[in-house]
T-cell receptor, first 112, second 112 residues
Framework: DTGVSQDPRHKITKRGQNVTFRCDPI?????LYWYRQTLGQGPEFLTY????????KSRLLSDRFSAERPKGSFSTLEIQRTEQGDSAMYLC??????????FGQGTRLTVV | DQQVKQNSPSLSVQEGRISILNCDYT??????FLWYKKYPAEGPTFLIS?????DKNEDGRFTVFLNKSAKHLSLHIVPSQPGDSAVYFC???????????FGTGTSLTVIP
């Protein structure tokens, strides 16, 4: 399967714990996006990488959130000191150039 | 500030008939528009896109129309099939392509 891969698919964590999600984009896609989606809403932009450079970051991305793409391939999204409001589907997408972005299956985070 | 709006949360259509999903946007600087389809617990799947220099793009049963003066786009599905039942999101991007702005989605039900 050469699509966007996200791991884990589901994560349940206790409030206050740190979590990290991984995204493997489609090979050779230099653009990578992180989005968050809650029930009844469209995907909300979190951050954008072009290769290893983080070029855009939403003001929604508080200090507790950090993302990396160290070698311009896979990316990680870390949430520190999770809160119940962080419960959502976290989506990663990649694209080769301008045009459509291809999404992964998402990571469902539940904070209890 | 919701720059992309889908004012119909749901739509029901008889199998074989046309489904028309609508989307409005406020930012006249958007230059690329996309439609995604989403099943529960999965990431969005790219369907079709259109550049702002065009007013129509067709791909099989799917056609997207763009009316720049009205800041409106629509997705036509003909003929509708039960497998088309899903949530449809429209999205738009600026020429930087650094971010996709999504609507809140329209849930389409195709009745057999």
């Amino acid at each position: 399967d050469t699509g966007v891969s996200q791991d884990p698919r589901h994560k349940i964590t206790k409030r206050g714990q740190n979590v990290t999600f991984r995204c493997d984009p489609i090979s050779e896609h230099n653009r990578l996006y992180w989005y968050r989606q809650t029930l009844g809403q469209g995907p909300e932009f979190l951050t954008y990488f072009q290769n290893e450079a983080q070029l855009e970051k939403s003001r929604l991305l508080s200090d507790r959130f950090s993302a990396e793409r160290p070698k311009g391939s896979f990316s990680t999204l870390e949430i520190q000191r999770t809160e119940q409001g962080d419960s959502a589907m976290y989506l990663c997408a990649s694209s080769p150039t301008r045009g459509g972005a291809f999404f992964g299956q998402g990571t469902r985070l539940t904070v209890v | 500030d919701q720059q992309v709006k889908q004012n119909s949360p749901s739509l029901s259509v008889q199998e074989g008939r046309i489904s028309i999903l609508n989307c409005d946007y406020t930012n006249s600087m958007f230059d690329y528009f996309l439609w995604y389809k989403k099943y529960p617990a999965e990431g969005p799947t790219f369907l079709i896109s259109i550049s702002s220099i065009k007013d129509k793009n067709e791909d099989g049963r799917f056609t997207v129309f763009l009316n720049k003066s009205a800041k409106h786009l629509s997705l036509h599905i003909v003929p509708s099939q039960p497998g088309d039942s899903a949530v449809y999101f429209c999205a738009a991007t600026l020429n930087t392509g650094n971010q996709f702005y999504f609507g809140t989605g329209t849930s389409l039900t195709v009745i057999p």
